[in-house]
């Protein structure tokens, strides 16, 4: 009874970082980088979802709402300023270290605005959840909300990336940005729609996250950050269905490892886990296997 | 390599910009020796995972600074009072102490958290500077004769809880959730199982967290469920007991809840659910509820000059101030002192005086640098503390 | 000057480097010496010896090798433990000072080199961003399987648990040598700036001569191309795990420095986790991938800035990320780079006359 409660638990982390992993994995499939400021942008999207709720009173659709639009927002702004002059630098490794610094900066800005103080999320989801086997096993409502939303956004993005003349243009970006150009794709724009649509999924992402654990400071988003970003490469980064059976089978292991191991050594266990993974299947579970070219 | 090249000059170029500034900072900052104020420093974490502890603790000290210029100062001196960030880092706390050196300071109140305060222990005993910490809890975070404490030590938190838990028979099976990547954390744990073994308590179930995974406790939970726990013991910070008293009306695990003076500030969290921690005791040296005049005085002052609800950090820190005081009136030291002279004139002074602070009455100090000073067990009753029995 | 001139570039190159560090070493003694220094910056002597260590280290893997690692403070956790370990076992045993540093550091940079190629045998199969993720996770093993070490010492001889204190089953006048998250505390401050420099000249000496030398050019040519390296008969492997262990070697031995500078050692993310790694990646991207006298000075200005900004209180770390970014776009973008060739030309005149 307890392992399946067990996993219960592992399957509501797991959503968690199942919707994470799916904005990291979307930015990295189309513009090959590691936005490592994913989480701080996830992390100020709860914080203006938090604010429209308690400040301005508005009801927590209106507040998603809002912080999708100012995520993606902003999203678009750092894209601009701090990561596009970079797209052709003679190292990859360059737009990495300026996303680092765009997460220092985000973190500090957070932390002057809205201060050192934890503060109490308010879940957006009402309802309690599901109450399975006479009561002994329950869901909560926050978990069955984060896993359907997972699915929808899954559909969706897979849908936009496969069918829409955008989502062609992106799997064009993403094969040979120099091919798409001469084709007469405007990849600049291309790569702009990619982090809008990554940093409004990091705003959905963000509010569940608080939901199911609500505890908000300015680096509540570090953590699920780097942990996503395990889950996305773990499913095989870049691929939309892997981020989503990665974030999932992350939180599955994390909790089961705490559970049947060591509760002190369930982080060295995910990460050996990833390690084993990565050892056998060198792109991930669902990753594409790259033809390298001589 | 012609960018490379370039690179290098142009960061040679900037490298010798900053040294300039760096020069032009230091002069600027020694100029101003030999003053007639007294200089104290304070460290702690205002940046980083930490930050709540060390801005609670820098408000505190600056509330208490204000009072007493106002009053007249110490000994008729000034204070003058500075602040370093320390990220909660040895390495960047000695730093931060350097930098309060250069500036002049004369006496330290700080660190905050309890492993850079080791670090820098060493620092002040080479310089032989007072130190007085408010809220570093480690042993050896003054295991020298000039470094001092406010807040109760790891062990004496760890064997109170277990001695009050034993002496009021409230529990049979006990559980304790406590943060292992966190010093404080585990050394209040470790002195606890052993002294609740001493006592003849059962420990049912033993469960860790890291810092690295702090948001769902639901393992732990379920195991002290499983095992039948009436009372979980949790040795840590209230953000993530929040959690943790979320989680555990999730899954339906009522238990007796007891904390440490980490749980303090906890009904104060901003939207929180306050009936998820009624019947929580704590055992703690100030509640911001507290009934007294001193309290209530001081918590009207900190939310209208900070605007929030002071912890037990900053309660720890205003302390710290009134008891450099005392101490500095008990031993009659002037600015013009020499560090090391106002040190031993401190060190005697500290262990002379009493004090009624915010955070115990009739404080004393020992020479090993720990305070003597009675922790209150509070419960949380609608949405309140209240005393449940000063030991 | 004649003898200058029949040097071969890279060893006047290299040559400049030695005579920049020990120009500042001997400039800081000084001012140390008489004492014309602020406490902060003779305080920030020895880090910046580490810092510099680590970047240098690092660069031969990122620079050099061509593969991304974020996993180097996992080194310097494991030579700094190793270490301190022994230091303090054997603080009352060896007496002398220099020598019980030395052992220390004989055994801090063994140990991290054994887990550099125990580490790196797997490691160096994957490419790209997947073996980056995968030093992240040996990185954050390590640290997290320091946080459950805990060894005393009592009349029976070691006792060792992943637990807690109380498994250990010590007798009563045993004593915690490691204490898990509580790390290991009375470490002797053995680390001095001389000695900071020395390992950074042995560093700098061990870095550039492998560059120079015929197993440097295989490591370079298979940073530049892999299959046409190996179709010359290249041993890939090999070359691969040489550049990686030497790496992990001398980010132990900045451990064993670091260790011994501060009296507590803790394994937290910011000093040994994935917060370090990355920390250390940035100096070596900021000074120029391959670059090691920019490594250097990255590690020194970056080091130094967030100190120097402490004026600034609480906007301090948010114009250390604003500085950050904007050395990065001026350092990388290419639109700033034609900008500075156009405006900015003593860089290329200097380069001529190096010629």
Redesign the interface.
């Known amino acids: 009874m307890s392992f399946i409660s067990y996993l219960i638990n592992g399957l509501s982390l797991g959503s968690v970082y199942a919707i994470i992993a799916l904005g990291y994995t979307m930015v990295y499939g189309i513009a090959k980088m590691l936005n490592f400021a994913h989480g701080d942008v996830i992390m100020i999207g709860a914080y203006v979802a938090l604010l429209s709720m308690t400040q301005a009173g508005l009801s927590p659709l209106a507040a998603i709402l809002i912080a999708v639009v100012v995520c993606t927002a902003l999203g678009i702004v750092i894209e601009r300023i701090a990561y596009k002059p970079l797209r052709n630098a003679s190292s990859s490794l360059a737009v990495l270290i300026t996303a680092i610094g765009v997460s220092y900066l985000l973190q500090n800005v957070a932390l002057l605005l809205f201060g050192a103080n934890a503060q109490s999320f308010q879940s957006v989801v009402k309802w309690g959840g599901l109450s399975l086997a006479g009561g002994s096993l329950k869901i909560s409502g926050e978990t069955v909300v984060t896993i359907i939303a997972c699915i929808i956004i899954m559909i969706v993005l897979t849908f936009f990336v496969q069918k829409t003349k955008p989502g062609q243009a992106m799997r064009a970006v993403s094969e040979d940005k120099g091919a798409a150009q001469l084709m007469g794709i405007n990849v600049n724009g291309t790569i702009a729609l990619t982090f809008a649509i990554g940093s409004a999924l990091a705003a959905v992402a963000g509010v569940l996250l608080c939901s199911s654990y609500p505890s908000l400071t300015p680096y509540t988003g570090a953590m699920p950050g780097i942990k996503a970003f395990v889950a996305a490469v773990f499913g095989g980064i870049g691929s939309i269905q892997g981020a989503f059976i990665g974030g999932l089978l992350l939180g599955i292991i994390e909790i089961l490892g705490r559970a049947y191991i060591s509760s002190q050594m369930a982080d060295a266990l995910v990460f050996a886990v990833l390690i084993i993974v990565l050892l056998v299947k060198p792109t991930g579970l669902l990753g594409k296997k790259i033809q390298e070219k001589v | 390599m012609?960018?490379?090249?370039?690179?290098?000059?142009?960061?040679?170029a900037?490298?010798l910009m900053?040294?300039l500034?760096?020069c032009g900072?230091?002069s600027g900052?020694?100029g101003s020796s030999g003053s007639d104020t007294f200089k104290i420093g304070g460290i702690g974490p205002?940046?980083?995972?930490n930050?709540?502890y060390?801005?609670a603790v820098e408000n505190g000290i600056q509330l208490a600074v204000d009072e007493i210029n106002a009053d007249g100062g110490i000994n008729g001196y000034q204070i003058e009072y500075q602040?370093?960030?320390d990220?909660?880092?040895?390495?960047k706390s000695?730093?931060?102490?350097?930098?309060l050196?250069?500036w002049g300071m004369q006496m330290l109140v700080g660190t905050v958290t309890s492993?850079?305060c080791?670090?820098v222990v060493?620092e002040t005993h080479a310089d032989n500077m007072f130190q007085l910490t408010p809220s570093a809890t480690?042993v050896?975070s003054i295991q020298y004769d000039n470094a001092f404490r406010m807040c109760f030590s790891d062990p004496s938190q760890g064997s109170a809880s277990a001695d009050y838990i034993a002496e009021n028979g409230l529990a049979s099976k006990i559980a304790v959730i406590y943060n292992?990547?966190?010093?404080y954390s585990?050394?209040i744990?470790?002195t606890f199982?052993?002294e609740a073994q001493a006592k003849g308590l059962e420990i049912v179930a033993?469960?860790?967290?890291?810092?690295?995974?702090k948001?769902?406790f639901?393992?732990?939970l379920?195991?002290a469920k499983?095992a039948g726990a009436d009372l979980v013991f949790l040795p840590i910070y209230y953000?993530?007991a929040?959690?943790i008293l979320?989680q555990a009306n999730?899954?339906?695990f009522a238990p007796a809840w007891f904390g440490c003076d980490g749980m303090d500030g906890l009904l104060a969290?901003?939207?929180?659910?306050t009936s998820l921690a009624e019947g929580l005791m704590f055992l703690t040296p100030f509640t911001a509820d507290a009934e007294d005049e001193a309290t209530q005085t001081f918590v009207a002052d900190y939310k209208e000059n900070f605007g929030?609800t002071p912890n037990q950090f900053a309660a720890d820190a205003y302390d710290c101030l009134y008891s450099i005081k005392a101490a500095a009136e008990q031993a009659d030291i002037t600015p013009e002192m020499s560090i090391s002279d106002i040190s031993d004139a401190m060190k005697t002074a500290m262990t002379e005086i009493t004090i009624d602070g915010l955070t115990g009455k009739q404080i004393t100090w020992g020479e090993d640098g720990e305070p003597s000073k009675d922790p209150t067990v509070v419960v949380v009753e609608g949405g309140k503390y209240a005393v449940l029995q000063a030991e | 000057m004649g003898m200058l001139k029949k040097m071969s570039k890279n060893t006047r190159s290299n040559l400049i480097t030695y005579g920049i560090v020990i120009a500042a070493f001997l400039i800081m003694q000084t001012l140390i010496t008489t004492g014309s220094i602020s406490s902060l910056l003779e305080g920030l002597m020895v880090p910046l010896c580490i810092y510099v260590i680590l970047a240098v280290s690092l660069n031969l893997v990122v620079g050099i090798l061509g593969e991304l690692s974020l996993g180097h403070a996992g080194f310097m956790c494991v030579g700094a433990f190793t270490s301190a370990f022994f230091s303090k076992c054997m603080r009352d045993v060896i007496t002398s000072s220099l020598l019980r540093f030395f052992l220390a550091l004989l055994i801090g940079i063994a140990v991290a080199a054994v887990f550099g190629l125990i580490i790196g045998i797997p490691v160096l199969r994957l490419k790209g961003d997947y073996l980056a993720i995968v030093t992240l996770a040996f990185g954050e093993i390590i640290k997290n399987l320091v946080n459950v070490l805990f060894i005393g010492r009592d009349s029976n001889g070691f006792h060792f648990s992943t637990k807690d204190v109380m498994d250990l089953n010590m007798e009563p006048d045993g004593t915690v040598l490691v204490n898990g998250p509580q790390g290991i505390t009375g470490t002797p401050k053995d680390s001095t700036f001389l000695i900071g420099v020395i390992l950074i000249l042995i560093t700098l000496f061990i870095v550039t001569n492998l560059i120079n030398s015929r197993d440097g050019r295989a490591i370079m040519a298979i940073r530049d191309n892999r299959i046409a390296a190996e179709s010359i008969g290249i041993n890939v492997t090999k070359y691969k795990l040489m550049a990686f262990t030497i790496s992990a070697a001398l980010a132990g031995a900045a451990g064993v420095l670091y260790a011994h500078n501060l009296s507590t050692l803790t394994a937290t993310t910011n000093n040994f986790g994935y917060n370090m790694s990355i920390t250390i990646l940035v100096f070596v991207v900021l000074g120029g991938i391959g670059n090691i006298r920019g490594s250097i000075i990255a590690a020194v200005i970056l080091t130094l800035l967030p100190e120097l900004l402490r004026g600034l209180s609480d906007y301090r770390m948010l114009i250390y990320a604003i500085v950050l970014i904007i050395m990065m776009l001026f350092n990388w973008a290419p639109k700033a780079i034609e900008w500075r060739e156009k405006y900015f030309s003593f860089g290329k005149r200097k380069k001529e006359a190096v010629k």
């Open positions: 012609k960018m490379l090249k370039k690179t290098a000059s142009l960061m040679l900037s490298a900053v040294s500034a760096a900072s230091d900052s020694s205002t940046t980083g995972d930050a709540i060390g801005t602040f370093e960030d990220q909660s880092d040895s390495e000695v730093n931060a102490y350097n930098t050196k250069d492993t850079p080791t670090a060493e480690a050896e292992s990547s966190d010093t585990s050394g744990y470790q199982v052993t033993t469960e860790a967290f890291t810092a690295d995974s948001t769902d639901s393992v732990q379920q195991k499983d953000q993530e929040s959690l979320a999730n899954m339906d969290l901003e939207g929180f659910d929030e």
